[in-house]
């Protein structure tokens, strides 16, 4: 019993911190009112297991209309380079990371501090390497991973949606 309430404290005074290029990735992508969760997604299995095939059914949401520069993209993703580094990121999410509201201040995001009932929208820390970065999305009814390429400007763009699953209320 002491452990847990030694390691629960430990990992509430050890929240991770966003770096700068992961703030700018976030603000691209939530230019629009957004509500989030203050603390990041810890969830591991969106970026594990995917494959070709996999990914171009559950591409929706694309500025890419022609399906080779729709292909061009999977094969980005599924580069065994790429997929070693997100799978090491993602591993490494142990901890939540604080959002802090001063540097989303030029996005849409509303930051919420209590989720008492879980329902309020989370994301991962986004993951960058190179020019790309993928956001995982999850809330009660949807998950999804927002690919997002960085521009010649220096400037995050949302490319794509890859939506993992959706439920649709009347």
């Not at 990735?25 to 299995?45: A, D, H, Y």
């Not at 059914?57 to 580069?79: A, F, T």
């Not at 390429?149 to 490319?159: M, R």
Request: include cysteine.
């Amino acid at each position: 019993m002491i452990s847990i309430t030694l390691f629960g404290g430990w990992q509430s005074k050890s929240d991770r911190k966003l770096n700068d290029e992961q703030y700018n990735v976030l603000n691209g992508l939530f230019k629009r009112e957004t509500i989030l969760f203050q603390k990041t997604s810890t969830n591991k299995s969106w970026g594990y297991y995917h494959t070709e095939d996999w990914l171009l059914e559950k591409m929706d949401l694309c500025l890419l209309e022609n399906e080779n520069d729709r292909k061009k993209i999977v094969k980005e993703l599924m580069n065994s380079g790429f997929q070693s580094n997100l799978k090491s990121h993602i591993s490494n999410q142990i901890i939540p990371s604080q959002i802090e509201e001063l540097k989303t201040k030029n996005s849409g995001i509303k930051l919420i501090k209590k989720d008492i009932t879980g329902t309020v929208p989370r994301i991962s820390a986004p993951f960058i390497l190179e020019d790309k970065a993928l956001v995982y999305y999850e809330d009660p009814l949807e998950e999804s991973i927002f690919y997002l390429k960085k521009d010649e400007s220096g400037n995050w763009e949302w490319i794509c949606k890859f939506t993992l699953f959706i439920v649709f209320v009347d």
